[in-house]
């Protein structure tokens, strides 16, 4: 709730200054918004399309879409939330035409009773990722989210790399905070338990 | 405690966002628990990996390229007008 009321109480955030002389018609101050957040909805739109060029055109079909829409944006939230909203639905969209055999969407639940529960409990490395190069490393991070349900990344990227608060998660993604909680926890763990065979401590036999 | 117990409230444990008393009785459950401790702290390290090494960041060639597509774009949809929307 906090960090959602706080906007509404607080003097006009930088952002917001920027977002009231856009509805004005400054394209000046809308390109700064733009500068301010490509990096962070690319990033988004990657993660949930898991394709290059399916991301390039979710920036670019996300922020025209903002500007459309720009006057219906109420303020109550931040602009960022309001943004993230739009990139993520222009991302599923992305995903659904490219994967029209499957249903995809962020509602879709496919917990299983246990799969919550650690199978594989071991300790890792004292710093894990330090075994491996950059290029590697961000080759096994993107192969392991790959394997969560879109769902699920989604409400960890935002979450835990993006730094949305569990409101705002919620809120840009239309889902229950009650929800947002569960797939976080659910996302953070089998996250863990796939980094598992890359991180774990090598044993060490004794004789 | 039991470990179920433990594991619904890590994502708050690992959030810093549970009340004094909850984090207490969580910690001394972590003191005796060895499974509970390390799934708690290899979570904790998935995700500061995830949060250090962005596997998409966006390169600066292409940003200036959406940048521009972006601009092109609006300055389009403003010049037809608000019927195009």
Same mark, same amino acid.
């Given at each position: 709730m906090g960090a959602i009321q706080h906007t509404i109480t607080d003097p006009p955030s930088e952002e917001l200054v920027l977002v009231r002389a856009a509805k004005t018609g400054d394209d000046k101050a809308f390109?700064?918004?733009?500068?301010?957040?490509?990096?962070?909805?690319?990033?988004?739109?990657?993660?949930? @399309?898991?394709?290059?060029?399916?991301a390039e055109d979710v920036v670019q079909d996300a922020f025209l879409k903002a500007y459309t829409n720009l006057q219906q944006f109420q303020e109550q939230s931040k602009f960022y939330t309001w943004l993230v909203r739009i990139a993520v639905n222009e991302a599923l969209m992305k995903l659904r035409r490219r994967r029209p055999e499957r249903t995809v969407s962020l509602d879709e639940d496919i917990q299983t009773e246990d799969d919550s529960v650690p199978r594989e409990v071991a300790d890792w490395a004292p710093n894990p990722e330090q075994n491996y190069n950059q290029a590697?490393?961000?080759?096994? =991070?993107?192969?392991?989210?790959?394997?969560?349900?879109?769902?699920?990344? @989604?409400?960890?990227?935002?979450?835990?790399?993006?730094? =949305?608060s569990t409101e705002e998660t919620a809120e840009a993604l239309e889902l229950s905070v009650p929800a947002v909680k569960s797939r976080l926890l659910r996302a953070r763990l089998q996250l863990r338990e796939r980094l598992n065979r890359y991180f774990v401590k090598p044993t060490v036999e004794t004789t | 405690m039991k470990c179920t117990e433990f594991l619904k409230e890590l994502n708050e444990y690992l959030d810093g966002a549970l009340d004094a008393r909850t984090r207490a009785e969580l910690d001394d459950h972590l003191a005796w628990c060895h499974n509970c401790y390390v799934v708690c702290d290899t979570t904790k390290k998935t995700i500061q990996i995830f949060k250090n090494t962005e596997p998409y960041e966006l390169p600066d060639e292409l940003r200036t390229r959406l940048q521009q597509a972006i601009q092109t774009k609006c300055q389009a949809k403003k010049k037809a007008g608000p019927q195009s929307v």
């Amino acid at each position: 709730m906090g960090a959602i009321q706080h906007t509404i109480t607080d003097p006009p955030s930088e952002e917001l200054v920027l977002v009231r002389a856009a509805k004005t018609g400054d394209d000046k101050a809308f390109g700064e918004l733009v500068k301010r957040y490509d990096r962070n909805v690319f990033r988004i739109a990657q993660h949930i @399309t898991q394709n290059r060029e399916d991301a390039e055109d979710v920036v670019q079909d996300a922020f025209l879409k903002a500007y459309t829409n720009l006057q219906q944006f109420q303020e109550q939230s931040k602009f960022y939330t309001w943004l993230v909203r739009i990139a993520v639905n222009e991302a599923l969209m992305k995903l659904r035409r490219r994967r029209p055999e499957r249903t995809v969407s962020l509602d879709e639940d496919i917990q299983t009773e246990d799969d919550s529960v650690p199978r594989e409990v071991a300790d890792w490395a004292p710093n894990p990722e330090q075994n491996y190069n950059q290029a590697e490393l961000r080759e096994i =991070l993107s192969r392991t989210i790959q394997g969560l349900p879109p769902g699920f990344r @989604t409400v960890f990227i935002l979450r835990d790399v993006e730094g =949305l608060s569990t409101e705002e998660t919620a809120e840009a993604l239309e889902l229950s905070v009650p929800a947002v909680k569960s797939r976080l926890l659910r996302a953070r763990l089998q996250l863990r338990e796939r980094l598992n065979r890359y991180f774990v401590k090598p044993t060490v036999e004794t004789t | 405690m039991k470990c179920t117990e433990f594991l619904k409230e890590l994502n708050e444990y690992l959030d810093g966002a549970l009340d004094a008393r909850t984090r207490a009785e969580l910690d001394d459950h972590l003191a005796w628990c060895h499974n509970c401790y390390v799934v708690c702290d290899t979570t904790k390290k998935t995700i500061q990996i995830f949060k250090n090494t962005e596997p998409y960041e966006l390169p600066d060639e292409l940003r200036t390229r959406l940048q521009q597509a972006i601009q092109t774009k609006c300055q389009a949809k403003k010049k037809a007008g608000p019927q195009s929307v």
